[in-house]
Every structure is written in C-alpha cells, then in structure tokens.
C-alpha cells in the first residue's frame, strides 16, 4: 500500500462509515484502499502520494457532481480517470466536511453501485439510474437484432400459412 497522505484518524471514521454498509469490503488497490459491493467500487481514498493531497472518490448521480463542485471547488474537485462517469472528489487536507454529509455522500455512492436488495436495505429507495446516450449505429443495429429475421421462402406450407394469417392480422389493425 502507498504511504498514507490522510491521517489515520480520519481513513478510520471513513473505514467506519463504509463498512458499515451491507456486504461492504475494503481492497488495496493501485496502492489506495478502496471499498467495494460485489467488488464495485463505490468510494476510494486516494492522494497517497509524494506531494499528493488526501482526498476520497465517490460515485454521484447526475447532476451532482456540477452541483458540489460549483458550490464550493475549494472542497470538491472532478477526479482524474472516472471524473467524466459523475464520480466527485473530496478533499480530506482543507476544511473539514461534517461527517455526517460525509456519510450521506458515501451512502448515495453505495445506492449506484450496489444490487437493489442491498440498496434497499440502508431504508432510502435506490435512485433510478440514468438514462444512457446511444450512438445512432448502436440503435439502428438493436432494432435489427432484435427484428424477426425474414426467410425468403418457407419450408412448409403451415408456416406460409400462419405467416399469411400474422399479415393479414396486423393489415386488419
């Protein structure tokens, strides 16, 4: 593991707060803990570097991220890497957040990663999940799998048979 820029008082209350949460693990990964469901990473502790600033990565819904870091960017920032999927950073070296928005923010987290039974499980409903934007080829290829494919001629005539009678049911409408 990397050398801890964060004091170990405070990776303490957040290994607290995270694992507090249903089936929730903790996992050294690229030499930073992070904590996971299912082993999805919902928060990581990251800055544990020579010169680097401590701070934790969350997962935020949409919006959110624009919201916390355009009130106050002096505490929030857009992390490297995952910035561009929602998540937001808190700086855990500057002035000190409430724990308890601490542990709002990491249990939002927890709700967008976790399996709805596990997120229904804290009390509050699991956020719907965002709709996702999809290239124009995508779609057009979705609508073509998911068309009956057409077959020039049939091989028996039950099936021209019911064929005709989907045709002229659907005419019919």
């Known amino acids: 593991m990397n050398e801890l820029t964060v004091s170990p008082e405070r990776l303490a209350r957040l290994r607290v707060v995270c694992l507090a949460l249903p089936e929730a693990t903790e996992k050294v990964a690229w030499g930073d803990p992070t904590w996971r469901v299912k082993d999805k990473i919902f928060a990581m502790q990251k800055g544990n570097f020579a010169g680097g600033r401590p701070s934790l990565w969350l997962k935020a819904e949409r919006g959110a991220q624009e919201a916390l870091v355009g009130a106050n960017p002096n505490l929030f920032f857009v992390p490297p890497y995952v910035g561009h999927k929602g998540w937001v950073g808190i700086y855990l070296d ?80």
């Open 94 to 173: 500057g002035a000190r957040l409430e724990l308890g928005v601490i542990t709002d923010l990491v249990q939002d987290s927890y709700r967008l990663v976790a399996p709805q039974r596990l997120a229904g499980a804290l009390g509050a409903p699991a956020p719907a999940p965002a709709p996702r934007k999809k290239l124009a080829k995508t779609t057009a290829r979705a609508a073509r799998a998911k068309a009956p494919a057409r077959k020039k001629s049939a091989s028996k005539p039950a099936k021209a048979g019911k064929k005709r009678v989907a045709r002229a049911r659907r005419a019919a409408r």
